[in-house]
T-cell receptor
Framework: DAEITQSPRHKITETGRQVTLACHQTWNHNNMFWYRQDLGHGLRLIHYSYGVHDTNKGEVSDGYSVSRSNTEDLPLTLESAASSQTSVYFC?????????????FGPGTRLTVT | AQSVTQLGSHVSVSEGALVLLRCNYSSSVPPYLFWYVQYPNQGLQLLLK??????LVKGINGFEAEFKKSETSFHLTKPSAHMSDAAEYFC????????????FGTGTRLQVFP
């Protein structure tokens, strides 16, 4: 069965360190998204991609970067982790825009920055 | 600009009682609307969606929602709550039709008491 996976599921890191969160999907979807989930804010979009070599900034992109070298993966990098980036991070994917509009979510990565 | 407001961050019902989760939206284009459910320690899963056509939309697990343009609402209902419905529910509106980007509400946590 097709799926979307995230690793690690839990991560503790120190302020100032670079951290990369992995996202891998086997749906063969063109679109991929990264969100952060914080109490009182719901899900907020960090970065998104519509295909290989395409990346775009979302509403809370400062301090984060992504790259898309193939269809399956969209890793999220925190260049220099800050305590404000402690959150739960979700990756999602969807078919080519304008088809079903349904996003499929991974199980999430809980990141703690100490 | 598009936005979503979910009234009530917590809703408690007894098993067998009606579930009503409120969602109001603002959209500069005819809205496409979604309800997602998040069970503990999991990613989000699509419950139902409204794009065009019938304004009463049926989803999984006995949930349904009605699009009311005059009230700018898309409330989620279920006639009889089950213990397994305890979860967090997110309403979302699409930003634009050719991007699949969503704006999420802040979520409503549903508790079901025996």
């Amino acid at each position: 069965d097709a799926e979307i996976t995230q690793s690690p599921r839990h991560k503790i890191t120190e302020t100032g360190r670079q951290v990369t969160l992995a996202c891998h999907q086997t749906w063969n979807h063109n679109n991929m998204f990264w969100y952060r989930q914080d109490l009182g804010h719901g899900l907020r979009l960090i970065h998104y991609s519509y295909g290989v070599h395409d990346t775009n900034k979302g509403e809370v992109s400062d301090g984060y970067s992504v790259s898309r070298s193939n269809t399956e993966d969209l890793p999220l990098t925190l260049e220099s982790a800050a305590s404000s980036q402690t959150s739960v991070y979700f990756c999602a994917s969807s078919e080519r825009a304008g088809l079903s509009y349904e996003q499929y979510f991974g199980p999430g990565t809980r990141l703690t920055v100490t | 600009a598009q936005s979503v407001t979910q009234l009530g961050s917590h809703v408690s019902v007894s098993e067998g009682a009606l579930v009503l989760l409120r969602c109001n939206y603002s959209s500069s284009v005819p809205p496409y609307l979604f309800w997602y459910v998040q069970y503990p320690n999991q990613g989000l899963q699509l419950l139902l969606k409204y794009t065009t056509g019938a304004t009463l939309v049926k989803g999984i697990n006995g949930f349904e929602a009605e699009f009311k343009k005059s009230e700018t609402s898309f409330h989620l209902t279920k006639p009889s709550a089950h213990m397994s419905d305890a979860a967090e529910y997110f309403c979302a509106v699409i930003i634009s039709y050719n991007t699949d980007k969503l704006i999420f509400g802040t979520g409503t946590r549903l508790q079901v008491f025996p």
